[in-house]
């Protein structure tokens, strides 16, 4: 069984920084074929943020975070982390790791090609 354990949230200002943590078990590296982080904004839908191929290391960012967040992951660790930089109070949401096990066929940014969550982290930017 897979689990996933998402750290490092909280209380920001507008141009700080944080790092998001999601450290996942149950499975060797190996195993996880993609990791991904979503946010969730009070009274929206869920959304894409970035995305990590776990063996390639090839990144996937949504616009919004394009160059201000960055994805990256410690294989002997087995964790992926969330670099934000320049918040904004668009930012604030509950951060959510994914991961897959198998190669997305509906893609990266899609949330229903992710079986395993973890149990978010609250993000709040103060402008």
């Known amino acids: 069984q897979v689990q996933l354990v998402e750290s490092g949230g909280g209380l920001a200002q507008a141009g700080d920084s944080l790092r998001l943590s999601c450290a996942a078990s149950?499975?060797?590296?190996?195993?996880?074929?993609?990791m991904s982080w979503f946010r969730q904004a009070p009274g929206k839908e869920r959304e894409f943020v970035a995305a990590?191929?776990?063996?390639?290391?090839?990144?996937y960012y949504a616009d919004s975070v394009k160059g201000r967040f960055t994805i990256s992951r410690d294989n002997a660790k087995n964790t992926v982390y969330l670099q934000m930089n320049s918040l904004n109070a668009e930012d604030t949401a509950v951060y959510y790791c994914?991961?897959?096990?198998?190669?997305?066929?509906?893609?990266?940014?899609?949330?229903?090609?992710?079986?395993?969550w973890g149990q978010g982290t609250q993000v709040t930017v103060s402008s």
């Open positions: 149950g499975r060797t590296f190996s195993s996880y074929y993609a």
């Open positions: 994914a991961t897959t096990l198998r190669r997305p066929i509906a893609g990266y940014r899609n949330s229903a090609a992710y079986e395993y």
């Open positions: 990590i191929n776990w063996s390639l290391g090839s990144t």
